[in-house]
């Protein structure tokens, strides 16, 4: 699915109001900085509310635990909240999809919530419970208005970011009432945006080797058809992290070249 529009019939007002809140002209820069649930204090993440604080006027909304909103997130903000519900598996793990759903529905209302988001591991150990988890937390998210982001987790397994997989996993997010999927940019990356009904936001991954890596990821998948980013280590712990993701969010949303995005970034990034 390309971008986002409200189908009437398909959702209820508080539905799309917060989906709207989130895709704001259908598109979305969304700022992940919820890596630490089980990544613990990545470089430039080691104190949440300053990496934020400058990154989040640039962003549509951002991806968090309730930890960190809590104690790092300004009220007031006017941005999409998504919440990270499900953990439990730290990175010491050889196996990081023994998931949870490891926060409360009623908490993510009590804390105003946009969406909530849980990892898909699709082919792992614990796929039956990581499936069964996003249909329980679609169950209890719809009645209450809240959109779910299935996020499709590979895990340690890198190398399972190819087109067929990340398809199905996709796919699977949908089918099973995901109002959003977060996924990887793969080859032929159209044919899984074209095979999943609700729109698709693309990971940044880990950090790339140069920002115009970012900026051609980001463009090429936004032309096959992705409503949007996700994104966190390939902008806050780049140098310029506010360059970035002003450079990233002109792609998004003003339809810049690669190019473009790069030389908006040297602009910025100039003016220090």
């Known amino acids: 699915m390309t971008g986002w529009k409200p189908h009437p019939g ?35 993440l080691e104190q949440p509310a300053k990496t934020i604080a400058p990154l989040l006027p640039h962003a549509d909304a951002i991806a968090l635990t309730r930890g960190v909103l809590r104690t790092s997130m300004p009220a007031g903000s006017g941005k999409g909240v998504i919440l990270r519900v499900s953990g439990g598996v730290s990175v010491l793990q050889e196996d990081l999809s023994d998931e949870t759903l490891a926060t409360g529905i009623d908490e993510a209302v009590r804390l105003n919530a946009s969406a909530v988001a849980m990892s898909v591991f699709v082919g792992a150990p614990h796929e039956h419970q990581s499936i069964a988890n996003l249909a329980k937390l679609v169950d209890e998210a719809e009645p209450r208005g809240l959109p779910v982001l299935g996020i499709t987790a590979v895990g340690k397994e890198l190398d399972k970011r190819d087109a067929r997989y990340l398809a199905l996993a996709s796919r699977i997010c949908a089918e099973f009432g995901a109002r959003m999927v977060k996924t990887y940019h793969c080859p032929d990356f159209a044919k899984v945006v074209d095979s999943c009904p609700v729109p698709i936001v693309v990971a940044g991954g880990p950090k790339l080797t140069t920002e115009q890596d970012v900026f051609d990821l980001v ?27 002003r450079a990233v969010r002109g792609i998004v949303h003003e339809g ?7 030389q908006r970034f040297h602009e910025l990034a100039g003016k220090r």
């Open 10 to 44: 398909t959702m209820d007002w508080g539905m799309q109001d917060r989906m709207a809140r989130l895709f704001p002209g259908g598109k979305s820069v969304m700022l992940a900085v919820d890596h630490g649930y089980f990544l613990g204090p990545l470089s430039k």
């Open 219 to 245: 463009a090429n998948a936004m032309a096959a058809g992705a409503a949007g980013v996700d994104m966190g280590r390939n902008i806050w712990q780049h140098e310029q992290p506010v360059a970035m993701i």
């Open 256 to 262: 810049l070249s690669a190019k473009e995005a790069s």
